[in-house]
């Protein structure tokens, strides 16, 4: 249901040229990877098909760049993340037992991991575009950052832990870019940072037997080398270059549990992930279209949309290392959307005060909206 839907309303039509050549690669690319392993049984059948974040659907996640550029369907996009925050809350409250629990809950760890990563950190892009939105939501997103932090300390999630204080650096620099007080703000930031950090350092020290014990304890402890040394010793030169597609797997024995075969199909490091299935050549494609997009969203655009966008890349882009991003989840798809709102030359030209006034209009205000195409 959703495919046909989806290719009803993309548009296979890109005005950028640099953008049309190597997008056109990338996909060429991508349909080489799903072909040259295409599932040959019903269990690599029914991950291909329903697999929410590694199956077949995410190699179509690169498609959400040819949606219409018009602003109803940002101010839908917008819509729909607060929906999958307003979600995110009640999960939370359904099983706060859980994520509560005490000790080093596998149960509790994939509940944080997912519910955090599909539904809550989408949210953060809202706060980056914090203008476009009424102080009633702007607060909303604040408790959403809140508790997303809350219970990435409680589960020691530090690649979670590191999305938020990102997010929080970056909605600040962009805040701090429209304010006229930049000399206060900056002071009153610094104070307030130092004070917020002593308090930390002391309550961390104190809290000997806390639900916080689990990040007192991990600390720096590594958890990437074992399984990076793995995938490092697996490869040879070919699948560097080329991947072994769509279903790869290298070898690394006793990291999951009830694991029977040694073999994993994903690493917690992306950048290596897009290596093990679509190789150098994938990785090199995604960057040479990702990062100018974040050149022409920061340095060629007058309204606070396109710099979101060009932060919401770099934030992506830093978070492959520390977490799993590249999944079939909103927070990637919003990584081509805003590529395609980087690359459009017709948002990046829009008034801030045009879009500030469109976004904060009611719902039925959306038929008088601009028309801007990519």
Known sequence: MFIPLFFNLIKFRLVNTYLQVFFSLYIIWIIFIVIRDFPSNFDQLKFMLFDAWFGGILYLSPLFILLPLKLFYLKKLFQTIFLLAIAYLIYDVFFLKDLLSQGASLTSLNIVEYFSKTLAVPAFFLLMVYT???????????????VTIFFALVRARRGLLFMCGLTAVFSYLLFLSQTRNKF????LTIICGGILFIFGLEFFSYQKHSIFDHITDRGLEDTRSTVEICFFQDLSFKDWIIGKGMLGEYFCPGIDQDDVTGYRSTIETDYLQIILKGGLMSLSLFLLITIPAIFKGLFYSTNLLSKAAALWIIWILLNMYPST???FTMPYILLWISVGICYSKNIRNIPNETLISYFKEEANSDLKQPTVNL
């Open 132 to 146: 476009y939105h009424s102080n009633r939501k702007k607060f909303f997103l604040i408790i959403i950052l809140l």
């Open 184 to 187: 206060f703000l900056v002071l």
């Open 325 to 327: 991003i590249h999944t």
